[in-house]
């Protein structure tokens, strides 16, 4: 079965502490995974994929194929990180299968 | 960027009544997707095309349909809409650099 699981439902950390936002799959085929941000109110956008292995905004995930794990990570957490994060899978059909999210909260 | 725009961004309408959001882009983009967002849910996929008039159910397609008439279009229906409906709904595109681009989502209420 396709499925993403994002554990926690709110993480909530103070400015400057380091960030892991969890994200496991379960894929047969060759995963594809990318992580998906939704500041207040707007539209969900990219924030990165694991093919590019770029770092965007100071967030990096490594592709972790024996744990089946695509965490997101920032060692750095600024107020402006407050969102909600979306974890999802690339499939077959080129559809994107997505995990119930994790609300970050940063305090100041 | 893509552009996508969704109508209407707000909706209240009662039981049993039919309702059709409509998704705009003009990027000429083959693949489009209908997801709906909930809380604890995350986004699920409802139904998604591959080209006009070619469509496809997703995890959650019952109780919508979905015509694709025209590349830019993508129409979502639902015949009767019912409580368990009200959600967020968003509309995206499978771009040519291989991300999903989403428009800015319509809020449904069903009373």
């Known amino acids: 079965a396709q499925r993403v699981t994002q554990p926690e439902k709110l993480l909530s950390v103070f400015k400057g502490a380091p960030v892991e936002l969890k994200c496991n799959y379960s894929?047969?085929?060759?995963?594809?995974l990318f992580w998906y941000v939704q500041y207040s109110r707007q539209r969900l956008q990219l924030l990165l994929r694991?093919?590019s292995r770029e770092s965007i905004k100071g967030f990096t995930a490594d592709l972790n194929k024996g744990e089946t794990s695509f965490h997101l990570k920032k060692p750095f957490a600024q107020e402006e990180d407050s969102a909600m994060y979306y974890c999802?899978?690339?499939?077959?059909?080129?559809?994107?299968?997505f995990g119930a999210g994790t609300i970050l909260r940063v305090k100041s | 960027d893509a552009g996508i725009t969704q109508s209407p961004r707000h909706k209240v309408t009662e039981t049993g009544t039919p309702v059709t959001l409509r998704c705009h882009q003009t990027e000429n983009h083959r693949y489009m997707y209908w997801y709906r967002q909930d809380p604890g849910h995350g986004l699920r996929l409802i139904h998604y095309?591959?080209?006009?008039?070619?469509?496809d159910k997703g995890e959650v397609s019952d109780g919508y349909s979905v015509s694709r008439s025209k590349t830019e279009d993508f129409l979502l229906t639902l015949e009767s809409a019912t409580s368990s409906q009200t959600s967020v709904y968003f509309c995206a595109s499978w771009t040519n650099s291989g991300e999903l681009f989403f428009g800015e989502g319509s809020r449904l209420t069903v009373l």
């Open positions: 999802a899978l690339w499939v077959y059909g080129n559809k994107l299968v």
């Open positions: 095309s591959y080209g006009v008039k070619d469509t």
């Open positions: 694991h093919i």
């Open positions: 894929y047969s085929g060759s995963p594809e």
